[in-house]
């Protein structure tokens, strides 16, 4: 199985602050990654797909870059909504269908 | 609109069995494969099964397969997950979510809201 490292688990930031995830893989994986938000109490939403490629609806201050094992999730300018948890996800070599463990962006 | 929508979910003793449903609506169900994802209280996400479009190919995670089963109804736009032996790692939020197209590359674009799966006695 694919494992998905995240890093950092949880960060600290200010609104209009440049916020960047990691998110680490076992084996190379193309660029089959893909990113989600998650706010309290609701269902995740699909940021990026492919690593790099915005989901419709999404502000453009989200990117993704990465390929093989090393990926990035980018928030160019932190907004006062975009205080949530991260999760990326493989779809590579699946099943099984397997997530990071999350990164947690709170309030500074 | 699209949307999906989990019910079943409850309080259950451990050993017990439970039914989980999800229906689809908004798009055409019959032509994606769909998932259940689960998320235990302040934990990540853990994905649980997989069945294809047509419901001929089945996959499960480590955890409960053996114990776990994932059907659809393509006629009434319904996926299932039948539980049996429930354990107390069992407790989660269960989401079912769309996968695409291909069921071993998913992509998942569309979520239902969870349902609260509490395995206790």
């Known amino acids: 199985d694919i494992q998905m490292t995240q890093s950092p688990s949880s960060l600290s930031a200010s609104v209009g602050d440049r916020v960047t995830i990691t998110c680490r893989a076992s084996q190379s994986i193309s660029t089959r990654l893909n990113w989600y938000q998650q706010k309290p109490g609701k269902a995740p939403s699909l940021l990026i797909y492919g690593a790099s490629s915005l989901q419709s609806g999404v502000p453009s201050r989200f990117s993704g870059s990465g390929a093989g094992t090393d990926f990035t999730l980018t928030i160019s300018s932190l907004q006062p909504e975009d205080f949530a948890i991260y999760y990326c996800?493989?779809?590579?070599?699946?099943?099984?269908?397997?997530f990071g463990g999350g990164t947690k962006v709170e309030i500074k | 609109q699209v949307q999906l929508v989990e019910s079943g979910g409850g309080v259950v003793q451990p050993g017990r069995s439970l039914r989980l449903s999800c229906a689809a609506s908004?798009?055409?169900?019959?032509?994606?494969?769909m998932h259940w994802v689960r998320q235990a209280p302040g934990k990540g996400l853990e994905w649980v099964a997989v069945i294809s479009f047509d419901g001929t190919n089945k996959y499960y995670s480590d955890s409960v397969r053996g114990r776990f089963t994932i059907s659809r109804d393509n006629s009434m736009n319904m996926l299932y997950l039948q539980m049996n032996s429930l354990r107390g790692d069992d407790t989660a939020v269960y989401y079912c979510?769309?996968?695409?197209?291909?069921?071993?590359?998913?992509?998942?674009?569309?979520w239902g809201q969870g349902t609260l799966v509490t395995v206790s006695s």
């Open positions: 979510a769309n996968g695409g197209g291909n069921y071993v590359a998913p992509i998942f674009g569309m």
């Open positions: 996800q493989q779809s590579y070599s699946t099943p099984p269908v397997t």
């Open positions: 908004g798009f055409t169900f019959s032509n994606f494969a």
